[in-house]
């Protein structure tokens, strides 16, 4: 997938934002897996990128944060095309894309859709690099606590 916006890193993502006093930045992150620990994995990894950005007092509202737990609790579809409309309507009412580059956001259908639609909005998008080994030791451990 080409690339929509520069990759930078997350403080320089963060003090951009703020010096043109950026509004609301939508997460884009991929999310859908036929394996329920990949979803799983991958909302604690948006989770936690959330609060990241919260912590910097910035105003951030990512959709996988928002729907895993109906998806898990309700049993829901997983998949972008149920979740299409609402994540569109979501992205359209933001004033930034931030596509956070974990595992699968190359190959993720919603993440190719959100980072099209920024472009057509023309809404400022940044690429942000993840800290596998971080991101990943961190997922690990939140997993395993959960399930005990």
């Known amino acids: 997938m080409k690339l929509y916006g520069d ?3 997350w403080d320089a993502a963060i003090e951009a934002h703020r010096r043109i006093d950026g ?3 939508y997460l884009a992150s991929p999310y859908s897996d036929p394996d329920p620990q990949v979803r799983k994995v991958r909302s604690i990894l948006a989770e936690h990128h959330t609060v990241r950005l919260i912590e910097a007092e910035l105003q951030v509202l990512s959709p996988i944060v928002y729907t895993h737990r109906l998806v898990t609790k309700y049993r829901l579809p997983h998949d972008f095309d149920y979740w299409r ?3 569109m ?3 359209w009412g933001c004033d930034a894309v931030w596509v956070l580059l974990i595992a699968g956001w190359d190959t993720s259908r919603g993440v190719r859709a959100e980072i099209k ?3 057509t909005w023309c809404q ?3 690429v942000l690099p993840h800290n596998i080994k971080a991101d990943s030791a961190y997922a690990r451990a939140i ?3 959960k399930s005990k």
């Open 7 to 9: 990759v930078i890193t």
């Open 23 to 25: 509004g609301l930045i």
């Open 85 to 87: 409309q609402l994540d």
């Open 89 to 91: 309507q979501i992205l």
């Open 117 to 119: 639609n920024a472009r």
């Open 124 to 126: 400022p998008c940044y």
């Open 143 to 145: 997993v395993g606590r």
